[in-house]
T-cell receptor, first 115, second 109 residues
Framework: EAGVAQSPRYKIIEKRQSVAFWCNPISGHATLYWYQQILGQGPKLLIQFQNNGVVDDSQLPKDRFSAERLKGVDSTLKIQPAKLEDSAVYLC?????????????FGPGTRLTVL | GEDVEQSLFLSVREGDSSVINCTYTDSSSTYLYWYKQEPGAGLQLLTYIFSNMDMKQDQRLTVLLNKKDKHLSLRIADTQTGDSAIYFCAEAGGFKTIFGAGTRLFVKA
């Protein structure tokens, strides 16, 4: 089974520019997560979708971050405008609702550097 | 609020056992997890334990849960150089999973 795909793998931008990340979850997985992982820290949940509805976006900085999951499959995360503190790895994960322990499958991440 | 804490580094010799510790705060956590992250890769679930269990063994991995002290540990027997990675403890209650900052395991040959 193919894993979670993310693109691009790396992105370097200047502050105040915009950037978008793309995620394709494992086929059939209803739940999709976007995490921010700052160097030396654990992943922090930004937003969680179930199908194409938002379950939790309480930690998403909504003045600059937005995310959508059209048709309940692929998802994009956008930052506009970027700040220096947005430099991090952005991880996408997906999970099925069919197992009780809710294993999350992670993509390789997009490493964002804001200069 | 919810928080998960772990020590940042652990160094062991090949063949020895590794023990990685974690404390968490949410007493309503249903599942606790150990994820592994290798360089340049996403996290991968290693093992998990349900909150009403004290111990779980899976080949070289042993997970111990002390619910009273909110303490979780991961023991890796016969540690190999391929076990060098970052290990994340995580807790889940309801929809949200909270991750610790990760413990970087160095295995010396």
């Amino acid at each position: 089974e193919a894993g979670v795909a993310q693109s691009p793998r790396y992105k370097i931008i200047e502050k105040r520019q915009s950037v978008a990340f793309w995620c394709n979850p494992i086929s059939g997985h209803a739940t999709l997560y976007w995490y921010q992982q700052i160097l030396g820290q654990g992943p922090k949940l930004l937003i969680q979708f179930q199908n194409n509805g938002v379950v939790d976006d309480s930690q998403l900085p909504k003045d600059r971050f937005s995310a959508e999951r059209l048709k309940g499959v692929d998802s994009t995360l956008k930052i506009q405008p970027a700040k220096l503190e947005d430099s991090a790895v952005y991880l996408c994960a997906s999970s099925t609702d069919r197992d009780r322990y809710n294993e999350q499958f992670f993509g390789p991440g997009t490493r964002l550097t804001v200069l | 609020g919810e928080d998960v804490e772990q020590s940042l580094f652990l160094s062991v010799r090949e063949g020895d056992s590794s023990v990685i510790n974690c404390t968490y705060t949410d007493s309503s956590s249903t599942y606790l997890y150990w994820y592994k992250q290798e360089p340049g890769a996403g996290l991968q679930l290693l093992t998990y334990i349900f909150s009403n269990m004290d111990m779980k063994q899976d080949q070289r991995l042993t997970v111990l849960l002390n619910k009273k002290d909110k303490h979780l540990s991961l023991r890796i027997a016969d540690t190999q150089t391929g076990d060098s990675a970052i290990y994340f403890c995580a807790e889940a209650g309801g929809f949200k999973t909270i991750f610790g900052a990760g413990t970087r395991l160095f295995v010396k040959a």
